[in-house]
């Protein structure tokens, strides 16, 4: 994936998470964690797995200026990895810069 394929995904969906793996088999604790914080949100999210192709990672780290997997992007603005989340989870600031973005639950 290059860095035009990343800027087209990033700003045609609301919410994107570039993790090791996949939101239903993540392949690390930190990508795990990250989309898990995500579905705590109750939010649709796009996952792209960034080991399904070799170029993705030195594309994606040039990209965002962001030396760890996983990448959070919401309405096409970069937000950070793991640890920048949550911490924005904990303190409600993520769940703000989702806003209208989460569902409401059944």
């Not at 996983?70 to 806003?99: H, N, S």
């Amino acid at each position: 994936m290059n860095k035009a394929q990343i800027h087209e995904l990033v700003t045609q969906h609301p919410v994107v998470l570039f993790m090791k793996g996949t939101k239903q088999f993540p392949r690390c604790g930190f990508s795990g964690r990250a989309a898990e914080i995500l579905k705590r949100c109750n939010v649709d999210f796009v996952d792209v797995n960034v080991l399904a192709e070799a170029d993705t990672v030195p594309e994606l780290r040039e990209y965002a200026d962001w030396p760890t997997i996983p990448v959070l992007y919401i309405r096409g603005e970069f937000i950070g990895g793991c640890d920048i989340m949550t911490e924005m989870y904990q303190a409600g600031e993520l769940q703000a810069k989702l806003g209208d973005l989460m569902r409401q639950p059944a």
